[in-house]
Nanobody
Framework: VQLQASGGGLVQAGGSLRLSCAAS????????WGWFRQAPGKEREFVAR????????YYADSVKGRFTISRDNAKNTVSLQMNSLKPEDTAVYYC??????????????????WGQGTLVTVSS
């Protein structure tokens, strides 16, 4: 089972990026997906999650209204559209998946599968 994240890069403040995460080796249509990020010297933090059905989403307060998580079960992918980026959004972004609902979705160790991370750098 592998998750492959892509789409990171360098962007100016106010710009946009779209991250994608593709799953292989297993059908993830019944899994919940999430995005986390980790800035240098900081702990990994929750960014967004989407339910198996795609009908329920949650966002960290810091990204609410700017980021949108979505999924395409037919393609086994999840995306994170990031708009109005700020320098404080600079981090390595990780996608994650879990095969059951979890109450404390913001806790990284509760997620079963992780992508390798993709670096997002926002310049001021």
């Amino acid at each position: 089972v592998q998750l492959q994240a892509s789409g990171g890069g360098l962007v100016q403040a106010g710009g946009s990026l779209r991250l994608s995460c593709a799953a292989s080796g297993r059908t993830f249509s019944t899994y919940h997906w999430g995005w986390f990020r980790q800035a240098p010297g900081k702990e990994r933090e929750f960014v967004a999650r989407i339910s198996a059905s795609g009908g329920v989403t949650y966002y960290a307060d810091s990204v609410k209204g700017r980021f949108t998580i979505s999924r395409d079960n037919a393609k086994n992918t999840v995306s994170l559209q990031m708009n109005s980026l700020k320098p404080e959004d600079t981090a390595v972004y990780y996608c994650a998946a879990v095969n059951k609902p979890i109450n404390y979705y913001y806790i990284p160790r509760l997620w079963h599968y992780w992508g390798q991370g993709t670096l997002v750098t926002v310049s001021s």
